[in-house]
């Protein structure tokens, strides 16, 4: 089933150590804003997040036999274009956030340009379920965004909690198709 799509168990699992240690960061950034009575949730998202990256390492690392995307020179390249025009982005926001006085919505930038960034790694890293994921990812920054204008609720906690869900089902499902590769 992976190969199929192009991706190997070493990728797959890769994926979830990856995607499983970024819900873990998700879920503790919406810790600052939480309500109360979501804390213990949220620390229970992260401790699960570190156990699916933990187990993907297990699964990516001992498959070093397994054909990866970091053995192709030009995906491996456009991964690095990719990445660091993410983190200029989610600089260059910041920074104009904070100097506005609306540092209380970097979470949500941040949630948005890592949504966006899954649609040109979808193709290099060849994963299709990306597009979907990014397009989700993006709608839990709108939605962080509008809550965090109209109600009392921290959009820091609702692009913590939207972007941490998001990643660590993906995360989890990936670890499943590596152990199933």
């Known amino acids: 089933m992976a190969e199929a799509r192009g991706q190997s168990r070493r990728d797959l ?64 390249r456009r991964y690095g274009i990719i990445v660091g025009i993410e983190f200029a982005a989610i600089a260059l926001g910041g920074i104009v956030l904070g100097v506005a006085g609306a540092a209380e919505y970097v979470a949500a930038w941040v949630c948005l340009v890592v949504g966006v960034h899954f649609f040109p790694l979808a193709p290099v890293l060849r994963d299709p379920l990306l597009v979907p994921l990014g397009a989700l990812v993006c709608a839990a920054a709108v939605v962080a965004t509008v809550v965090g204008l109209t109600t009392g609720v921290a959009a820091s906690f609702v692009a913590g909690l939207g972007a941490g869900v998001l990643l660590l089902v993906y995360s989890s499902a990936a670890l499943v198709r590596g152990l199933r590769s």
């Open 13 to 76: 699992g890769i994926t979830a150590l990856v995607l499983g240690f970024f819900a873990a960061a998700w879920f503790g950034w919406s810790g600052g804003g939480a309500p109360d009575g979501w804390q213990p949730f949220l620390t229970v998202g992260s401790v699960v997040g570190l156990a699916v990256a933990v187990a993907g390492a297990v699964v990516g690392f001992r498959s070093r036999t397994a054909t990866t995307l970091s053995q192709d020179r030009a995906a491996s």
